[in-house]
């Protein structure tokens, strides 16, 4: 008797000390709200992919929804109101309803934020946000770029002038961070390597982002130019095909979504994946398995498997895309020390830009 009496105690006590898994919800609504609108091929049709995978695994469990919202910042607070108002479990935003969810989130502490591509300036108890490691994918492209512009094979579309390009879609950190990370991948494998680079001002202009690529291209004789420009950096591909040039797409595989237009996709060397899809299934999942995730917010990149290249094309040189897979990971082991905007001053910025601007050579 007395043993008996001593482990249920010795139970007892363990119950109380040992953690007890959260239980999920039994169900649960997912909202996302999208800026701009979908078919970018790139940055929020990748949101609304990671929505479609939730659906997949979670069936009857979850409920989604999504809404575009144009590029009119004044309805991106409105809408975030009314989806607390609703009783949505998760809202899903990109860092562009920022000041949205500072003003909005704390009158609904039932219902979790999720935030993509970047942080508010101090963490939210119901809001959980990502920001990625923008400067890992442009250093992956700036490593192709920087070796593609030196080949010497008798390519018709490369030449000897060691120019390549960028195209962002405003000059502000997200996209300046991409480009930070493009200088110093192609200046690790090409030293005197040179870069034209505009910015759109937009995130859907893509007459302007294809008339930018087209000076790049013939009169800069950019051999690969890289865009960060959301929607408005599909005009890249219009410019690379019509002048026959090489280009890198950004946050998907963009060369995959070409599948009806084989000249553009035939001219797009890779794309740098930025996971937004996988990334937000992921803090889904682990929403409906119970985790509080709400005042966390986290910094990730290609060690996450967040960021990586998507395939490449057949004109990148076998060996060169050895080397390339070795850069990659690289960076997934933290080896290598790419500059980041995030943590840059703008003369800091200014004068990376500087140093190898091709229109002052």
Known sequence: MKKLITLLSLALALAMVLPVAAAGPAKASVFLLISGS??????????????????????????????ELGSDAAKYSPALE???????????????FNNA????????????????DGWTKEAIANSYQIQY??????????????????????????????????????????????????IAGAQKVNPKVKIIYNYVNSFTDTAKAKDQALIQFKT???DVV??????AGLGLFDAAAETDRYAIGVDTNQAALFGNEPK??????TSTMKRVDLTLFQAVSRFMDGEKLGGQQVYIGAAEGAIAYAPFSKVVPASMQKDLEKVQSEITAGTVKIPSAFYMTTDQINAMRDAVNAAKK
């Not at 500072?102 to 039932?110: F, L, T, W």
Request: net charge neutral; glycine share 12%.
């Open 264 to 269: 553009k996709a035939d001219q797009i060397l």
């Open 38 to 67: 979908l078919g970018d091929k790139g940055f929020n049709d990748s949101a609304k992919a990671g929505l479609d995978m939730m659906k997949a695994k979670y069936g009857d469990r979850i409920t989604t929804k999504y809404t």
């Open 220 to 222: 800069y004789k950019a």
């Open 226 to 231: 890289y865009h960060a420009a959301g929607r």
């Open 82 to 96: 009314d989806a607390g108002a609703e009783g949505y479990s998760v809202v899903l935003c990109s860092n562009n």
């Open 133 to 182: 490691k923008n400067s890992e994918a442009g250093y992956l492209a700036g490593a192709l770029a920087g070796l593609m512009t030196q080949v010497k094979t008798g390519d018709s579309s490369l030449n000897s002038d060691n120019v390549i390009g960028f195209i962002g879609g405003r000059d502000i950190t997200g996209i300046n961070d991409f480009f930070v990370g493009y």
């Open 101 to 116: 969810v500072q003003e909005v989130a704390a009158r609904y502490p039932k219902t979790l934020y999720i935030m993509y």
